[in-house]
């Protein structure tokens, strides 16, 4: 699986978007990128995921570069309770099918 | 639906005890998984398990045992504590090991091994 880069951390004002970039350079041609996240310890929660175009669904938008390099989640209007860390994950299922986390971008959402 | 169910949620063992972890699916899948979060750090496979009678190493296995006698369970054991995996443990399960194949995750059980 390929590697990934976040920033470790970002801010957002309630009621605005929050945008997260990632960073895949190395992404092959069949691995998905996928996010997640993890609120204060819980159990990381699946948001979204896409293989070469852009996906929504009601949590949030992922837009993926034309290269596949990078691609950025998009919560369309953050609340208080998407404060949690984010974990940006390419994937290609496999015999294991696990996942590879790194350590995500912690977004803080401010009243 | 309950999803994945983790027990127990907490536990204190001492160095040299045992114990085993439960995890529980009833979406029917057929992989599971269970990893390992150490502080700041994001998730690592301990062990999975691609179906009934199955299971597999994954990126840190050394100190763990697994089994996966019924579809929906799939247990993780420690025989001899350290401190070393004093660690939240959570599991996940998905349908089958396909690259759109979402995994779920339980609740996590937080182990402090002193």
């Known amino acids: 699986d390929a590697k990934t880069t976040q920033p470790p951390s970002m801010d957002c004002a309630e009621g605005r978007a929050a945008n997260l970039p990632c960073n895949h350079s190395?992404?092959?041609?069949?691995?998905?990128v996928y996010w997640y996240r993890q609120i204060h310890s819980q159990g990381p929660q699946y948001i979204i995921h896409?293989?070469?175009n852009n996906e929504t669904n009601e949590m949030a938008s992922l837009i993926i570069t034309e290269d596949r390099k990078s691609s950025t989640l998009i919560l369309p209007h953050a609340t208080l309770r998407d404060t949690a860390v984010y974990y940006c994950?390419?994937?290609?299922?496999?015999?294991?099918?696990?996942?590879?986390f790194g350590t995500g971008t912690l977004l803080a959402v401010q009243p | 639906n309950a999803g994945v169910t983790q027990t127990p949620k907490f536990r204190v063992l001492k160095t040299g005890q045992s114990m085993t972890l439960l995890c529980a699916q009833d979406?029917?899948?057929?992989?599971m998984y269970w990893y390992r979060q150490d502080p700041g750090m994001g998730l690592r496979l301990i062990h999975y398990?691609?179906?009934?009678?199955?299971?597999a190493k994954g990126e840190v296995p050394d100190g763990y045992n697994v089994s996966r006698l019924k579809k929906q369970n799939f247990l993780l054991g420690l025989e001899s504590a350290a401190p070393s995996q004093t660690s939240v443990y959570f599991c996940?399960?998905?349908?089958?090991?396909?690259?759109?194949?979402?995994?779920?995750f339980g609740p996590g059980t937080r182990l402090t091994v002193l």
């Open positions: 996940a399960s998905s349908p089958w090991g396909a690259s759109t194949d979402t995994q779920y």
């Open positions: 190395t992404i092959s041609g069949n691995e998905y």
């Open positions: 896409g293989l070469k």
């Open positions: 994950i390419v994937h290609y299922g496999g015999a294991t099918n696990k996942l590879i």
């Open positions: 979406m029917n899948h057929e992989y």
């Open positions: 398990s691609v179906g009934e009678g199955t299971t």
